[in-house]
């Protein structure tokens, strides 16, 4: 069974710009978690998707963005990009039910210049 | 929000030792869970518990729930070359709707040869 995959693996980017980052969970996954990892702050929620609907949400202001797809597939968004920004975005899937229980992919690792 | 803490922040051990690292908060916790982290990648799951005292292992390792339900330790017994890594506690607090993982700031562990 495939694990998380996350795309692309790396990106740069300069300040104002918007990114998109893309996650296919794990086949039957139906529930996406994202999150930030940085050295200062360690890993932070940003957003949960369950069937294309948010049902928590981090505390990171509204440039950060994210939907779900009727195929369990996620995106998240960030726009105006400022260079604290720079940090590797993970992703984790879970079954529902069993959200607690979340599966991350490796990762994408952005740099904003 | 709620944090973690995790301890100790780096260890160097010799090959052949055994390691313990534990995670302490202030609040109660449904799940703790225990993740390993190499560079380049994702955090790897290793061991999930659910129930106050519950004791788990998985190989080498061994992952205990606190009976206060605010605390957890990990050992890693006989530590090998391949155990060098970042390892993560994470917990979920109780509650309808919390989907969400909150992480410690990690263990950087190195085992010298």
Redesign the interface.
């Known amino acids: 069974k495939a694990g998380v995959t996350q795309t692309p693996r790396y990106l740069i980017k300069t300040r104002g710009q918007q990114v998109t980052l893309s996650c296919s969970p794990i086949s039957g996954h139906r529930s996406v978690s994202w999150y930030q990892q940085t050295p200062g702050q360690g890993l932070q929620f940003l957003f949960e998707y369950f069937s294309e609907t948010q049902r928590n949400k981090g505390n990171f202001p509204g440039r950060f963005s994210g939907r779900q797809f009727s195929n369990s597939r996620s995106e998240m968004n960030v726009s105006t990009l400022e260079l604290g920004d720079s940090a590797l975005y993970l992703c984790a899937s879970s079954l529902a039910g069993a959200e607690n229980i979340q599966y991350f992919g490796a990762g994408t690792r952005l740099s904003v210049l | ?1 709620q944090q973690l803490n995790q301890s100790p922040q780096s260890m160097f051990i010799q090959e052949g030792e055994d390691v313990s690292m534990n995670c302490t908060s202030s609040s109660i916790f ?2 703790w ?1 225990w ?1 390993k982290q190499d560079p ?6 290793l061991i ?1 518990l659910y129930k106050a005292g519950e004791l788990t292992s998985n190989g080498r390792l061994t992952a205990q729930f606190g009976i206060t339900r605010k605390d957890s330790f990990l050992n890693i017994s006989a530590s090998i070359p391949s155990d060098v890594g970042i390892y ?1 506690c ?1 917990g ?1 607090l109780p509650g309808a ?10 263990t950087k562990l190195s085992v010298i040869p």
């Open positions: 929000g449904n799940t869970l993740y380049g990648e994702g955090p790897v799951l999930a993560f994470a979920q709707g919390s989907y969400q993982l909150t992480f410690g700031k990690g």
